[in-house]
């Protein structure tokens, strides 16, 4: 099956700096990216995702980037805010029914 | 209010005791799964349902059964337990399949989670 590696594990960042988390996937097949955030004691959410056919997508402070060639997608979090401290989880699925998730990064914003 | 709500929350049982943990959804969503969480292991996909009568295994089924009787409900039932199953578990909820006007058709809405602690 897939495997989705992910990194950092954790990463620390001063308020206002940007955050950079990255994931690779092995499956060629796989064809659809979506990013979680998981604050404290709730389920994981959606924040942003990414189909195989574009290589970016932004909304706002959040964008993904995919590079389909290399197999690696990253998670960009610009002029990060104290709020934006939560465990984030890239995802990998090539049938839209299976999901293999990475290991998580457990981000934190220093205010 | 939309949402996928899972009881119980939180659940201490012992080894070999039949437990059945609820998931249900108001969404009308088709697709429904299960995933447990473990420390440095992230997510791991226990069962998916397509639809109703329609369920599949994930990555870690062993252990685990489902039934996917009705649109909402998709309960997840350990019929041994055991204490490697001791895990934070959640269940999510989708749109499945493709319609108008719906780019992130795969978007899943997950419940508030399940700690079972199994002794």
């Not at chain 2, 685990?64 to 649109?71: A, D, G, L, N």
Request: aromatic share 12%; glycine share 8%; hydrophobic share 30%.
């Amino acid at each position: 099956g897939e495997n989705v590696e992910q990194h950092p594990s954790t990463l620390s960042v001063q308020e206002g700096d940007s955050a950079v988390i990255k994931c690779t996937y092995s499956d060629s097949a796989s064809n659809y990216f979506p990013w979680y955030k998981q604050e404290l004691g709730k389920g994981p959410q959606l924040i942003i995702d990414i189909r195989s056919n574009v290589g970016e997508k932004k909304d706002q402070r959040i964008a993904v980037t995919l590079n389909k060639t290399a197999k690696h997608f990253s998670l960009h979090i610009t002029e990060t805010q104290p709020e934006d401290s939560a465990v984030y989880f890239c995802a990998a699925s090539k049938t839209g029914n299976q999901f293999y998730f990475g290991t998580g990064t457990s981000l934190t914003v220093i205010p | 209010e939309a949402q996928v709500t899972q009881n119980p929350r939180y659940l201490i049982t012992v080894t070999g005791k039949k437990l059945t943990v609820t998931c249900s959804q108001n969404m009308n969503h088709e697709y429904m799964s299960w995933y447990r969480q473990d420390p440095g292991l992230g997510l791991r996909q226990i069962y998916y349902s397509m639809n109703v009568e329609v369920t599949d295994k994930g990555d870690v089924p062993e252990g685990y059964k489902v039934s996917r009787k009705e649109k909402r409900n998709f309960p997840l039932i350990l019929e041994s337990p055991s204490p490697n199953q001791t895990s934070l578990y959640f269940c999510a909820s989708s749109l499945g399949r493709p319609r108008k006007g719906f780019y992130s058709y795969n978007e899943q809405f997950f419940g508030p989670g399940t700690r079972l602690t199994v002794l």
